[in-house]
């Protein structure tokens, strides 16, 4: 029971090391940035940095969203091909008709089902790591030479080896 809680306690430990490590990286590649951006990287001053975050990738960025919403459009389609198909039969055709009426039933059962799936694989995935994100709030000097407060959100790549954009927090 003692080694058990002994692992545990080193598996903690290693675990806050590691976020400490992405923090500690995440927050020098910023003030590498933000000294090669700045008007008077001298005048910088920072206030505070947020916590390091994973930015996954989203369901919608995957080949299976693709493939699913493929099979929805053209399942969609032939929806539309049946409405046109059905409206010329009701005047030729009532057998006809009831397999066109069929068949369209099968095809908004489809289209239903992919649309459910793409909901529901939307809600649930959890994709790669596709980089960080940390906020930042620091007093530098602007273009005019005015100090201001900024706040901003730097996203950084998935190897934490560099900034790959900013935006201003409002």
């Given at each position: 029971?003692?080694?058990?809680?002994?692992?545990?306690?080193?598996?903690?430990?290693?675990?806050?090391?590691?976020?400490?490590?992405?923090?500690?990286?995440?927050?020098?590649?910023?003030?590498?940035?933000?000294?090669?951006?700045?008007?008077?990287?001298?005048?910088?001053?920072?206030?505070?940095?947020?916590?390091?975050?994973?930015?996954?990738?989203?369901?919608?960025?995957?080949?299976?969203?693709?493939?699913?919403?493929?099979?929805?459009?053209?399942?969609?389609?032939?929806?539309?091909?049946?409405n046109d198909t059905l409206?010329?039969?009701?005047?030729?055709?009532?057998?006809?008709?009831?397999?066109?009426?069929?068949?369209?039933?099968?095809?908004?059962?489809?289209?239903?089902?992919?649309?459910?799936?793409?909901?529901?694989?939307?809600?649930?995935?959890?994709?790669?790591?596709?980089?960080?994100?940390?906020?930042?709030?620091?007093?530098?000097?602007?273009?005019?030479?005015?100090?201001?407060?900024?706040?901003?959100?730097?996203?950084?790549?998935?190897?934490?080896?560099?900034?790959?954009?900013?935006?201003?927090?409002?």
């Amino acid at each position: 029971m003692k080694m058990i809680k002994n692992l545990l306690l080193i598996s903690t430990c290693l675990l806050m090391a590691s976020c400490a490590s992405k923090q500690q990286k995440a927050e020098k590649l910023v003030k590498s940035y933000l000294d090669s951006h700045l008007s008077d990287p001298a005048s910088y001053d920072a206030v505070s940095f947020g916590d390091v975050d994973t930015v996954f990738k989203r369901f919608a960025e995957t080949k299976q969203y693709d493939s699913l919403k493929t099979a929805n459009i053209a399942a969609k389609q032939k929806v539309d091909k049946i409405n046109d198909t059905l409206m010329n039969l009701i005047t030729t055709s009532k057998m006809a008709y009831m397999e066109a009426l069929k068949r369209q039933m099968k095809y908004e059962a489809d289209t239903s089902a992919l649309s459910k799936t793409i909901r529901s694989n939307e809600l649930l995935f959890k994709g790669p790591i596709k980089g960080w994100v940390i906020a930042h709030s620091y007093h530098a000097k602007n273009a005019s030479g005015s100090i201001v407060l900024r706040n901003t959100q730097f996203r950084l790549d998935s190897n934490l080896t560099a900034v790959v954009g900013a935006q201003d927090l409002k």
